[in-house]
């Protein structure tokens, strides 16, 4: 079955520089790839997606990457504010069934 | 607004006991899924149901069953509880075309 794996597991950035959160997924199959962010003590809330007919995608500040034939995607956030601090999770899924495979998280704090 | 809810925030029970954890979505969401989130382990999948009546094993089933006999409502059941079963719990739904999942606040259960 699917695996993701999801680095780093922890990052501090400064206010206003960028986050790079990368990951992995095994089955060449899969061709939905979405990230979530959960601030804390609330629910995991979905902040961008990709699927596998595009390159990147980007929204403001975010934007994620997919490169389909080394099996791997990255989300960027840009200009990071205190807000931006939570911890986010990719997820990867296919056609064959409708689960997510998620990542293990990454915890982001932005420094002041 | 996809509403999606679980019946506690918090849940203490005692080693043995039968504990319900209720999940309701108002989205007419064909699927919905439970996980447990764990810290360095992420979001685990548990169970899920793509309809009423049919459930699925995720990748932890042991020691836990579910039932789904309306769309709406999705519950876990842990027939005896035990000290390794303390955790975070999330419910999450979506619609028959899989992707996008919505999730709930979150049941945190300590079990004693």
């Known amino acids: 079955g699917e695996n993701v794996e999801q680095h780093p597991s922890t990052l501090s950035v400064q206010e206003g520089d960028s986050a790079v959160i990368k990951c992995t997924y095994s089955?060449?199959?899969?061709?939905?790839f979405p990230w979530y962010k959960q601030e804390l003590g609330k629910r995991p809330q979905l902040i961008i997606d990709i699927r596998s007919n595009v390159g990147e995608k980007k929204d403001q500040r975010i934007a994620v990457t997919l490169n389909k034939t080394a099996k791997h995607f990255s989300l960027h956030i840009t200009e990071t504010q205190p807000e931006d601090s939570a911890v986010y999770f990719c997820a990867a899924s296919g056609d064959r069934d409708d689960k997510i495979i998620f990542g293990k998280g990454t915890r982001l704090h932005i420094l002041p | 607004d996809v509403k999606v809810t679980q019946s506690s925030r918090y849940l203490v029970k005692r080693t043995g006991e039968k504990v319900f954890l209720e999940c309701v979505q108002d989205?007419?969401?064909?699927?919905m899924f439970w996980y447990r989130q764990d810290p360095g382990l992420g979001l685990r999948l548990i169970y899920f149901s793509y309809d009423v009546k049919m459930k699925e094993k995720g990748d932890i089933p042991e020691g836990y069953s579910v039932s789904r006999e309306k769309k709406e409502r999705f519950s876990l059941i842990l027939e005896s509880a035990s000290t390794n079963q303390t955790s975070m719990y999330l419910c999450?739904?979506?619609?028959?075309?899989?992707?996008?999942?919505?999730f709930g606040p979150g049941t945190r259960l300590t079990v004693l």
């Open positions: 989205m007419d969401h064909e699927n």
């Open positions: 089955d060449s199959a899969s061709n939905y």
């Open positions: 999450a739904s979506s619609p028959p075309e899989g992707d996008t999942q919505y």
